[in-house]
């Protein structure tokens, strides 16, 4: 085991989630040990490499999961997608999530990463609940075919073998209650080759209302020769253990809960460690985390005022819950400018102490899907292994929130 994440900067500690047995051990995923087994969840326009370095901070030896791109927009070399598969220098594993629904575009685009050495890891997108992805048969949709999840699995295990770049699978339980594909995906992930399967334990229809399916993640770890990870409604440290607890998973991806809170990943290394650290940064803490991740953004995009738009939608996410006036709130969402934060910033008292009431709070979207949309007569025949029409030729991460909306309604939210 680790020794235990590097201290926050600054970051205030108070009592923490409640002491696990014994830590949880590391990890395998192919030659990478993942220590301790906590994984950054991909997410759309969020875990860029300015929010992955922050986060990295917290937990160094955990998986970082880059944005996640298209297979056909890699292998077009669409400026977008290059740009956001960047990965700091001393990043490992480089760890990249792919979408698509052709096996041989899949294929191509892993050669691309192996023979360019663009990522250590792949994960592959089969959780994603938008219809735009959905219609196409993509994301979510796909497992029910799987014939073809076989094909697309089995062409990125190939392709990515010669290199050692271990390949996992991120699932959803299913379409909806009555066409659950987890145990089948999960089985044949496993037979063509994946190194792990994670299940974000709710079906397509749920979006990410309600709890997650804890025994359905315990029944796939059961089930399965390879290493399972469980996602979903992960707030807080103690929420990871009672997973770990409850399921026997392997690891723990985080997706909502460290929105606004990269430091949760302190207190996950801490408690996988068998220690009781929580994280309660002061406010003035918070504002020197945001400023720099809003300088790693702008860095990153080369590019002040877009870095700082971008930023804006991480903003509500920090503040949730501490005492900050409207009128602030308001300019703080039209920020563009690294000295206009710091100012607004500067006018709050950074001795306010960390809102307690917000732990354990959710955070980011919390609905179900309005309505599954599906290619016509995808439900009929779980064996056909067509590929749905096309891809989508351009990455789904087109662009950034809209300004001062604070929304990431035009991402692709899995
Ligand atoms: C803003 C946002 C973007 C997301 N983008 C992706 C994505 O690109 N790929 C993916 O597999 N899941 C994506 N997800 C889903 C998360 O990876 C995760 O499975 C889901 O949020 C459930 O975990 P949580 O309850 O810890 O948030 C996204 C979620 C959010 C909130």
């Not at 927009?73 to 990249?96: C, G, N, Q, V, Y």
Request: aromatic share 6%; charged share 20%.
């Amino acid at each position: 085991m680790s020794d235990g994440p590097a201290a926050p900067p600054g970051a205030g500690t108070g009592a923490g989630p409640p002491r696990s047995d014994r830590p949880v051990p590391a990890l395998r995923l192919g030659r990478h040990r993942i220590d301790p087994p906590v994984v950054l969840a991909p997410m759309a326009g969020v875990t860029n490499v300015a929010f992955r370095r922050l986060c990295r901070e917290f937990a160094p030896g955990g998986l970082f999961t880059c944005e996640m791109v298209t297979a056909r927009a890699l292998i077009e070399r669409h400026p977008k997608t290059l740009r956001m598969i960047t990965f700091d220098r001393d990043e490992r594993p480089r760890s990249l999530q792919l979408y698509g629904v052709d096996p041989a575009v899949v294929a191509d685009a892993v050669r691309m990463v192996v023979d360019e050495g663009l990522a250590d890891h792949l994960d592959l997108n089969f959780g994603c609940p938008v219809p735009k992805v959905t219609r196409r048969g993509g994301g979510a949709a796909l497992p029910w075919r799987r014939r073809l999840f076989a094909g697309v699995v089995r062409a990125a295990v190939g392709a990515a073998a010669p290199a050692g770049v271990p390949v996992t699978v991120k699932l959803r339980l299913g379409i909806d209650d009555d066409h659950l594909t987890y145990r089948t995906a999960g089985r044949i992930a496993a037979d063509v080759g994946a190194a792990a399967v994670t299940l974000h334990a709710r079906t397509l229809q749920q979006g990410y209302a309600g709890p997650v399916d804890l025994p359905a993640i315990a029944e796939l770890k059961r089930s399965l020769p390879i290493p399972v990870l469980g996602n979903g409604n992960i707030w807080e440290a103690a929420d990871a253990l009672r997973m770990v607890a409850a399921t026997g998973v392997d690891g723990v991806v985080i997706g909502r809960g460290c929105l606004g809170r990269p430091w949760l990943f302190a207190d996950l290394a801490s408690a996988f460690a068998g220690g009781t650290g929580r994280t309660l940064p002061a406010l003035g803490e918070v504002a020197t985390t945001m400023l720099r991740h809003a300088g790693f953004l702008v860095e990153w995009m080369g590019d002040e005022a877009r870095g700082c738009a971008d930023f804006r939608k991480h903003i509500a996410w920090y503040l949730k819950g501490f005492p900050v006036g409207g009128d602030l709130r308001r300019r703080l969402a039209m920020v563009s400018s690294l000295a206009e934060l710091g100012e607004l910033l500067g006018a709050l008292d950074p001795r306010v102490p960390f809102p307690e009431p917000q732990l354990g709070e959710p955070r980011g979207r919390t609905g179900a899907s309005a309505r599954v949309i599906l290619p016509a007569g995808w439900l009929d025949d779980t064996e056909c292994a067509d590929v749905p029409d096309m891809d989508d030729p351009l990455p789904l991460v087109e662009g950034r929130s809209a300004p001062g909306t604070g929304s990431h309604e035009r991402f692709p939210p899995m």
